[in-house]
């Protein structure tokens, strides 16, 4: 049985903090960059940028986020459908591409983030 319902804003707030902090970090920063990124987006309904810390896993220009607790999560969602543009920082770098997010039969969402060619 998964988690339902929303996590809470400030216990969420504590973490992205912490995370990102360790992101910056000059002793861990890089080792944590590896596996974390922060991904920027336009909210859907809203129309405000968002920024939010995540896991990653990248093969070439195809990263892939693996969504935890998607169901106690709303950010995936504006990739739904047709997707949407995102930035995220790779290689020190920031990178735009084209997101979506699938949900699978067993309720795992991952969202694929196909990034544009550097110009």
Same mark, same amino acid.
């Given at each position: 049985?998964?988690?339902?319902?929303?996590?809470?804003?400030?216990?969420?707030?504590?973490?992205?903090?912490?995370?990102?902090?360790?992101?910056?970090?000059?002793?861990?920063?890089?080792?944590?960059? +590896?596996?974390?990124?922060?991904?920027?987006?336009?909210?859907?309904? /809203?129309? +405000?940028?968002? /920024?939010?810390?995540?896991?990653?896993?990248?093969?070439?220009?195809?990263? #892939?986020?693996?969504?935890?607790?998607?169901?106690?999560?709303?950010?995936?969602?504006?990739?739904?459908?047709?997707?949407?543009?995102? /930035?995220?920082?790779?290689?020190?770098?920031?990178?735009?591409?084209?997101? #979506?997010?699938?949900?699978?039969?067993?309720?795992?969402?991952?969202?694929?983030?196909?990034?544009?060619?550097?110009?």
């Amino acid at each position: 049985m998964g988690y339902r319902g929303p996590l809470p804003k400030n216990a969420v707030d504590r973490v992205n903090t912490c995370v990102g902090t360790l992101r910056t970090s000059p002793r861990w920063g890089r080792l944590v960059r +590896r596996h974390l990124t922060q991904v920027t987006y336009t909210g859907r309904r /809203s129309g +405000r940028t968002v /920024s939010t810390p995540v896991g990653y896993r990248r093969a070439g220009d195809v990263v #892939t986020i693996g969504v935890r607790l998607p169901d106690a999560k709303n950010w995936w969602r504006n990739f739904t459908g047709e997707g949407a543009p995102l /930035s995220l920082e790779l290689d020190d770098t920031e990178r735009t591409g084209h997101a #979506t997010a699938h949900r699978d039969a067993k309720g795992r969402v991952t969202v694929t983030v196909r990034l544009e060619k550097d110009a």
